[in-house]
């Protein structure tokens, strides 16, 4: 696994914490495609925000992130992406 973030939450546990992955941008290399999978399983819960800086450095720069959750029965996941506004 590379370029990104993978979660795995076991059966039962509850994450308390509000995970956070983010992805950084440089003038060589200004435009992202990272991929996050997050994996709940049964009767677990997770919160989980995806964020980007691509257009910060660069004008033009692309964030173009993928997310992929698998939620099993009675698991909850709560997610959100933040991309901030370009130059």
Request: charged fraction near 20%; aromatic fraction near 6%; proline fraction near 9%.
């Given at each position: ?86 130059v």
């Open positions: 696994w590379s370029g990104g973030s993978f979660v795995y939450v076991p059966p039962g546990v509850r994450v308390e914490a509000l995970l956070h992955a983010r992805a950084h941008g440089s003038r060589d290399n200004p435009s992202q495609f990272e991929r996050t999978l997050i994996i709940a399983d049964e009767g677990s819960s997770v919160r989980f925000v995806d964020k980007g800086d691509a257009g910060a450095c660069c004008p033009g720069a692309l964030h173009s992130p993928v997310l992929e959750l698998v939620a099993l029965p009675h698991s909850r996941v709560h997610c959100r992406v933040e991309i901030p506004p370009t």
